[in-house]
């Protein structure tokens, strides 16, 4: 069984970089056609897919998102990270890592940016 853990930071202030790390257990990041995604969910709004990085590495982002967005993976640690650069209030949410095609999620991890 996949599992999937977040963890960061909770408040983050406005225009600061948040970096979020998705931990998986009990199978690796490298498994042939899964792709690892960062899905958010802010406040009275519906899921937002942020990105994602592939088994080979490729990445594919949100392109409302792209230019502030960037998704790593450690491949020694069985990790990827989210980098979300100049935050804002709005960027306030939910935050969950997810695979697919299976649909394993991590709990999420409450993210709030304020001053």
């Known amino acids: 069984q996949v599992q999937l853990q977040e963890s960061g930071p909770g408040l983050v202030k406005p225009s600061q970089t948040l970096s979020l790390t998705c931990t998986v257990s009990?199978?690796?990041?490298?498994?042939?056609?899964?792709?690892w995604t960062w899905v958010r969910q802010a406040p009275g709004k519906a899921l937002e897919w942020m990105g994602d990085?592939?088994?080979?590495?490729?990445?594919a982002y949100n392109a409302a998102l792209r230019s502030r967005t960037s998704i790593s993976r450690d491949t020694s640690k069985n990790q990827f990270t989210l980098l979300l650069s100049s935050v804002i209030p709005e960027d306030t949410a939910v935050y969950y890592c997810?695979?697919?095609?299976?649909?394993?999620w991590g709990q999420g991890t409450q993210v709030t940016v304020a001053t």
């Open positions: 009990g199978g690796s990041i490298t498994m042939n056609n899964y792709w």
């Open positions: 990085i592939s088994y080979t590495g490729a990445t």
């Open positions: 997810a695979a697919w095609p299976a649909g394993y």
